[in-house]
């Protein structure tokens, strides 16, 4: 328990701690904890690490199968914790008075109920403010929240179907596989193949229409000029290369070492793999032209491993990376659309923003820290932008690979 009477009885924080929450005196962030694990039903296992089982604020990690333990002990009542369809049941009117909305939901009924606990009067109190503000922000209004949870669904339909078409291509799957729903990502439980840069092309034709469809079902791109929707279009293909290989590696796990590569090829990253700028080098390679081909693939492509490691540090959800996605298409566009473009550009970056907020707020018990994380991830992912198409320009000046002319023309645009 607390020395301070005031504070947390969970992690004994200070701040918020005025009120119980489902039984017990705790902070905000600790009853938004306890409401989101009991009303998903989600199970934790200790990860046994130094300090995180110390269950406290100060911690930079808790351990969550201890925290939750935490809220059992000191009494946390799961039967407390209302469901979503419940809690739309009710509106709040002021401290410890609620009424019930009506069956229609359009109006509210004229009589009211006043909700006590009787072992503690302080109880609906707490559990009222807990519905309105479960953590460090307040929860956003019902219009806003549905056009947050809108603009999800829409990302994560196009990326869906992105992944529909990628393990059609490339993945050697059966159908009853193939054909399977919700996977976020191609190569689940399909094998993968070996990187093999005699046969690398780039991109294929495949490629680009698969991006087009993407692009053209992102809220405001058809909205632009002609010279607007090129250019965002050319930025779409770059970005998918980047951010899907980074989060294709993280799903295969960072901890077997290997980069996985939008097409469902990867490269073993331990032991280090070649440059072909090393001594005697040129002797492993059967012509000049081989190795000038490997020194011009391999660079730019283990140059992504800089963006996967810190990627896969971050453990992105799904939703987070459909709209990290997004927003680097739009942030980065931007600064080269036309007057009119940015307008949209603003406009649907900022939606995207408020959506991975929302998502944020879901997910994690300082919503704040998290989606400052995941924003930062735009830093890393811009730079990688750049080398590839630097390289690219570097490709198509020098004739070294037979790619495919437009993708010179689609990743000439730096």
């Given at each position: 328990m607390p020395t301070n009477p005031n504070s947390c009885e969970v992690c004994s924080s200070s701040s918020n701690s005025s009120c119980n929450h489902f039984g017990a005196r705790t902070c905000k962030a600790c009853a938004a904890f306890f409401r989101r694990t009991v009303s998903m039903k989600l199970d934790y296992q200790c990860i046994d690490q130094p300090d995180a089982c110390r269950v406290h604020c100060d911690s930079r990690v808790i351990c969550r199968f201890c925290r939750l333990k935490k809220c059992h002990d000191i009494g946390m009542k799961p039967l407390l914790v209302k469901s979503k369809n419940e809690r739309k049941n009710y509106i709040r009117i002021s401290k410890g008075l609620i009424r019930k909305r009506s069956v229609l939901g359009d109006n509210v009924k004229e009589n009211s109920e006043e909700i006590q606990n009787d072992d503690d009067p302080q109880e609906s109190d707490a559990e009222m403010e807990n519905e309105s503000t479960p953590g460090p922000s307040s929860e956003p209004s019902e219009n806003v929240s549905a056009e947050n949870q809108e603009t999800v669904t829409k990302f994560l339909k196009l990326e869906a179907s992105m992944c529909d078409?990628?393990?059609?291509?490339?993945?050697?799957?059966?159908?009853?596989?193939?054909?399977?729903?919700?996977?976020?990502?191609?190569?689940?439980?399909?094998?993968?193949?070996?990187?093999?840069?005699?046969?690398?092309?780039?991109?294929?034709?495949?490629?680009?229409?698969?991006?087009?469809?993407?692009?053209?079902?992102?809220?405001?791109?058809?909205?632009?000029?002609?010279?607007?929707?090129?250019?965002?279009?050319?930025?779409?293909?770059?970005?998918?290369?980047?951010?899907?290989?980074?989060?294709?590696?993280?799903?295969?796990?960072?901890?077997?070492?290997?980069?996985?590569?939008?097409?469902?090829?990867?490269?073993?990253?331990?032991?280090?793999?070649?440059?072909?700028?090393?001594?005697?080098?040129?002797?492993?390679?059967?012509?000049?032209?081989?190795?000038?081909?490997?020194?011009?693939?391999?660079?730019?492509?283990?140059?992504?491993?800089?963006?996967?490691v810190p990627f896969a540090q971050l453990a992105p959800s799904h939703e987070e990376f459909c709209l990290l996605k997004a927003i680097c298409v739009w942030h980065v566009s931007y600064y080269r659309l036309s007057e009119d473009g940015r307008r949209i550009a603003i406009a649907q970056r900022n939606r995207l923003i408020r959506a991975l907020h929302h998502v944020c707020h879901l997910d994690s018990d300082d919503v704040g820290e998290r989606f400052g994380n995941v924003m930062m991830a735009l830093n890393y992912i811009m730079e990688q932008i750049r080398h590839v198409n630097c390289s690219f320009v570097m490709i198509s000046i020098f004739g070294i690979l037979k790619v495919d002319s437009l993708m010179l023309d689609v990743t000439s645009f730096w």
């Open positions: 078409r990628r393990r059609l291509l490339y993945a050697e799957t059966p159908i009853s596989i193939v054909l399977e729903s919700g996977k976020e990502w191609p190569y689940e439980n399909a094998p993968l193949k070996m990187f093999d840069y005699k046969l690398s092309q780039g991109m294929s034709k495949h490629d680009f229409v698969m991006i087009m469809d993407y692009a053209r079902g992102m809220p405001g791109f058809d909205e632009m000029n002609y010279a607007d929707s090129v250019f965002c279009y050319r930025l779409v293909c770059a970005v998918d290369f980047v951010i899907n290989s980074a989060y294709y590696t993280y799903k295969r796990g960072i901890e077997h070492n290997e980069l996985v590569l939008s097409d469902g090829t990867f490269i073993p990253m331990v032991p280090t793999p070649l440059t072909g700028y090393e001594e005697n080098a040129n002797l492993l390679f059967q012509s000049q032209d081989d190795l000038m081909k490997f020194r011009t693939l391999m660079p730019l492509i283990l140059h992504q491993w800089e963006t996967c």
